[in-house]
């Protein structure tokens, strides 16, 4: 029977002094550390005073190779400690992966919280948290890139994302282009760093609001404002724009119900009327 582990273990977004007293105690302990960057990794034990650990680059580009060679090491008895450069595993980070292999093969999967850039931001933004969706990076381009864009704008809870300093500005133009410039939003930087800043107000003013780009930014974007209820008006004329255009009416309420976010019934009515 195995007696290893693996422990996902967060680490500080920014100021050493959030490595939680757990955390050290949890790669102290391990007999290996899967870390995205080791010479980053390296800095971090150094500062807690652990020394003489093994190191395993686990990255984006390697991830599923080491995800399998780790589930052997716990196999085979070692406790394993999982880290990024920086938070919690796993969020827009690599160990999803390793935590899935090691789940799936029915080994023990610990977690030590703590810091984490995406619930720092949230809870510093001044938007409503009670409700939220973590949309991680966008597309970069295309249509993948504006689908998203789409679905941001339509989501009705605080929306969290990351961005890099080099892709900020446009992304926050693509997200006024898409929400509208008066929807709300917090972009903050550097987050725990001794040049942490949040800036709040429209998308239409946060370009030249965050200033010139530097660091990782998290942004916090307002959820869509609740749509008007449809009128009668509107649930006909929406059917008669699917039916003119040669829609089966089955396939024409199912639609007309979705876009206006109506019961079907209602619709059904309408077709009736028609």
Not at 56 to 78: C, D, T, Y
């Amino acid at each position: 029977m195995y007696s290893g582990s693996l422990v996902v273990v967060a680490t500080p977004i920014g100021n050493l002094g959030d490595l939680s007293p757990r955390a050290a105690e949890a790669l102290a302990a391990a007999d290996v550390i899967a870390c995205e960057d080791t010479r980053r990794s390296r800095k971090l034990l150094t500062a807690a005073g652990i020394a003489g650990k093994r190191l395993v680059a686990v990255h984006e580009h390697n991830e599923a190779e080491q995800a399998a060679q780790l589930v052997e090491l716990i196999r085979g008895g070692s406790r394993v400690a999982l880290v990024t450069d920086a938070g919690t595993p796993a969020v827009s980070d690599p160990g999803e992966r390793v935590v899935a292999a090691a789940a799936a093969a029915g080994l023990p999967v610990e977690v030590v919280p703590g810091p984490s850039a995406l619930l720092a931001a949230l809870v510093v933004s001044g938007l409503p948290t009670e409700r939220f969706v973590f949309e991680g990076f966008l597309p970069r381009k295309g249509g993948e890139r504006t689908a998203r864009l789409a679905t941001v704008a339509a989501e009705p809870r605080t929306v969290v994302l990351y961005e890099a300093p080099h892709r900020v500005a446009a992304t926050l133009r693509d997200l006024a282009g898409a929400c509208g410039g008066d929807r709300r939003v917090a972009v903050a930087r550097e987050l725990t760093k001794l040049h942490e800043e949040v800036w709040r107000g429209t998308l239409d003013k946060a370009v030249d609001g965050i200033g010139e780009p530097r660091g990782e930014y998290v942004l916090v974007v307002a959820g869509a404002p609740p749509r008007p209820e449809a009128t009668a008006d509107d649930v006909t004329a929406a059917l008669r724009r699917h039916l003119d255009a040669g829609t089966d009416k089955k396939t024409a309420v199912a639609a007309v119900a979705s876009e206006l976010d109506v019961p079907k019934r209602r619709v059904y009515a309408a077709v009736l009327d028609l």
